[in-house]
């Protein structure tokens, strides 16, 4: 038989509302009659519906992740972070792609979510894309990642700062003649690449460095564009005796083309990438690292803390977290 909260308000002698607010941990009920009802409620093996639980304090239960991609290894590594906290919470993750495996958008998530979620968490949009601004003006609790706007909350690393290590590790080495594999061209959906290359430049310019436009291809964060991007550097008549590449991923095809001509990582030619994948130690690759599963998680908790109370916690905060240089087999000083 189904115990229902009726048998427990009848074994209590109280009403199912004096039940629901007890079991949900809400004020305005006696200490001695809330031990009392969980302890019934423990005998007869009752839990408390989460629909119900849902209804009555009008929430859904529910997050909105939204993300130009999946499963790529960046996005899919921060959403790992997210879902621990969200898991731990009991709150649901409710996925949203905003763009498809052809680069073509989908659906606008913001119509799809009223009165569907109570928040959401977004994840490397570009500041001034019009669905992010859609979603920012439903109301909702917003946290977000790789980006920042004022007044919401947000988690990022200074991508500046991190293609300027990149490029000053290959400079300290003795490089002057630097490739660059960069992300995406004009347009890209996020902010990543254009910072990260700011980054390049500027410690290029401070070592009193020119940057031949021969030398940078676009490699679109996917290992494919970066076997495509390295292999067009090394058809230069005179190829960089070093190249960054903006991710680890690029810089794995990267890897591949230069091994497919015959090229050794490190004594040939050098090659630093960005983000600190699971496969870059596997495959011998300097990379200036960023806690990407810490990302997520920190902007979840962030996203908890709105959804608490709205009317505390911090929302103009803005989480850098830090990013370290990881040398290793793939960048060695320049040869004589």
Do not use: C
């Amino acid at each position: 038989m189904t115990i229902t909260i009726k048998d427990v308000a009848d074994a209590a002698g109280v009403s199912t509302a004096t039940v629901s607010r007890a079991l949900r941990g809400l004020p305005n009920v006696d200490a001695g009659t809330r031990e009392r009802i969980e302890r019934i409620a423990a005998d007869l093996d009752y839990v408390i519906s989460p629909s119900a639980s849902r209804l009555a304090s009008g929430r859904t239960g529910s997050i909105a992740v939204i993300t130009p991609h999946v499963a790529r290894w960046y996005f899919a590594t921060v959403l790992s972070g997210v879902e621990s906290v969200l898991q731990s919470a009991g709150i649901d993750l409710l996925l949203m792609s905003v763009s498809s495996s052809d680069g073509q958008h989908r659906l606008p998530p913001a119509p799809r979510l009223r009165r569907r979620v109570d928040g959401a968490l977004v994840i490397a949009l570009s500041p001034e894309d019009p669905q992010l601004h859609d979603v920012l003006a439903l109301g909702l609790p917003t946290s977000l990642i790789g980006l920042t706007m004022p007044g919401v909350p947000s988690v990022t690393i200074d991508d500046v700062l991190a293609g300027r290590m990149a490029a000053q590790h290959l400079i300290n080495l003795g490089h002057e003649r630097i490739g660059v594999i960069t992300g995406a061209s004009v347009g890209a959906p996020f902010t990543a690449p254009n910072d990260r290359y700011l980054g390049f430049e500027a410690a290029m310019s401070d070592a009193g460095l020119e940057i031949d436009p021969r030398l940078a291809h676009h490699g679109y964060f996917t290992m494919t564009g970066g076997e495509q991007a390295m292999t067009a550097l090394l058809t230069q008549r005179h190829p960089p005796t070093a190249v960054f590449a903006m991710s680890d991923e690029m810089a794995f095809g990267a890897l591949r083309a230069m091994r497919s001509h015959g090229l050794q990582p490190g004594e040939d030619i050098s090659i630093v990438g960005i983000d600190g994948h699971d496969m870059s130690e596997l495959l011998d690759l300097s990379t200036v690292a960023q806690p990407v599963v810490d990302l997520g998680r920190s902007a979840a908790e962030a996203l908890l803390l709105q959804l608490k109370d709205p009317g505390t916690g911090t929302p103009h905060e803005e989480i850098r977290m830090p990013t370290r240089l990881i040398v290793r087999g793939s960048t060695r000083p320049r040869s004589a």
